[in-house]
């Protein structure tokens, strides 16, 4: 599965255990079974994907030891992270050998919370291994994970810095006659020399294409004086991500039209920003940056929510948007990226990271959210 380690301070995995345990024993759950993802990267430190041997990180509610399942062909590349000393009792096992049952041997499996995005080949066979009712981990999970600790609020700052960076270089390369792909190969070199890991994604949207909000590259040519969205982001070492998106005219100023709709754009993605405070409702949060758009005749082309929670994932729990009614929190981090797309003609959208104070709200992208012409 290609597993990879970071440790994590002993203090942290404790302080997490132990409040997902507080946060499965309010849910009614006996168990968490967690597989390879970003909860595991979060609880353990433990990076990778699931394939067809299982790993897994199971903690019992009543107290018992945390078990990390591993086959032993992988464990090797984990020794360095000290999981006995950590308090887990880790069980390797080898092909032959039935992994599930090793996985909840003394376990109590009468309700079992298991990682949203466990493959249904693991989920199954857990439940013929006695994890017979199931549901899901993440409603436990996301009370942990939503709220950033300071460490992780310092990652994630250090992550909308770097972006940030690569978007004052876009001028370096956007330019009407080149195409959406060698704009973006440029765009995707820059993400790493500035300090991620890989990019993760990387939009270049001209044109017509503006106006398709997950478009991503394609050999079209740049034209002179079209809008071009640029929405790019990745993983830092640490797994922390950004994610921010400026929309750029090519060489030449846009027409009065587009620039009295784009300073309404702008209005609504800053509308949105100032709304942001403890107690707030997600959906009011979502409402600010639409009701701009609404008195500027502009609502019906804004065709998607208004922001997602970020941090191990891009996008996560909280997610800004219509009929979420959760009150956010000092240490919840999401984007606010409202976005006007008129149909084969052109679209913009704005996109910068946010974290709930204890009195408001910061960015964590602080580039000029001006339409600018390169």
């Known amino acids: 599965m290609g597993t990879s380690a970071a440790a994590l301070e002993a203090a942290l995995v404790h302080d997490r255990f132990a409040r997902l345990r ?10 968490v079974v967690v597989t390879p993802g970003s909860d595991l990267r979060y609880l353990l430190g433990v990076g990778g994907s699931s ?14 030891a945390p078990v990390f399942v591993s086959p032993a062909l992988e464990y090797a590349g984990l020794a360095g992270l000290g999981l006995d000393a950590l ?21 109590d499996t009468g309700r079992v919370a298991v990682s949203d995005l466990t493959p249904v080949l693991h989920a199954f066979r ?13 409603p436990v999970l996301r009370e942990l994970r939503m709220r950033k600790d300071p460490a992780e609020l310092a990652q994630l700052r250090l992550a909308g810095a770097a972006i940030d960076r690569v978007h004052a270089r876009v001028g370096e390369w956007l330019r009407p006659g080149r195409t959406e792909a060698e704009v973006g190969a440029d765009i995707a070199a820059a993400i790493v020399e500035e ?39 990745g993983p830092l070492p640490s797994g922390y991500n950004s994610d921010s998106t400026r929309t750029y005219a090519a060489g030449l100023a846009p027409s009065a039209e587009v620039a009295t709709a784009y300073a309404a754009l702008q209005a609504a993605q800053q509308a949105s920003v100032d709304a942001v405070r403890p107690g707030v409702t997600c959906e009011a949060i979502d409402e600010a940056a639409r009701s701009v758009l ?7 082309y804004f065709i998607h929510r ?41 679209g913009a959208r704005i996109e ?23």
Request: with cysteine; proline share 5%; aromatic share 6%.
């Open 87 to 107: 308090g887990l009792e880790v069980r390797t096992w080898v092909d032959g050998e039935d992994p599930y049952r090793l996985a909840l041997a003394g376990t």
């Open 306 to 346: 208004t922001g997602h929670g970020i941090g191990l994932d891009v996008h996560e729990e909280p997610y800004i948007v219509a009929g979420n009614d959760l009150l956010v929190e000092p240490g919840m981090t999401f984007s606010i990226e409202p976005g006007v797309y008129l149909p084969g003609l052109w």
């Open 126 to 138: 857990l439940r013929a291994a006695g994890a017979v009712h199931q549901v899901l981990a993440g």
């Open 294 to 300: 609404r008195e500027a005749g502009l609502d019906g």
């Open 51 to 64: 394939f067809e041997r299982l790993t897994c990180l199971v903690v019992p509610t009543d107290g018992a």
């Open 22 to 31: 507080a946060a499965a024993d309010r849910a009614g759950v006996s168990a």
């Open 352 to 374: 910068d990271i946010v974290a709930v104070t204890e009195t408001g709200v910061e960015r964590f992208n602080t580039r000029p959210t001006d339409l600018v012409v390169v």
């Open 195 to 233: 300090g991620h890991a890989v990019a993760e994604f990387v939009i270049v949207g001209s044109g017509p294409n503006a106006a398709s909000p997950h478009h991503s590259v394609s050999d079209r040519v740049i034209g002179r004086g079209e809008l071009v969205v640029v929405d790019i982001g």
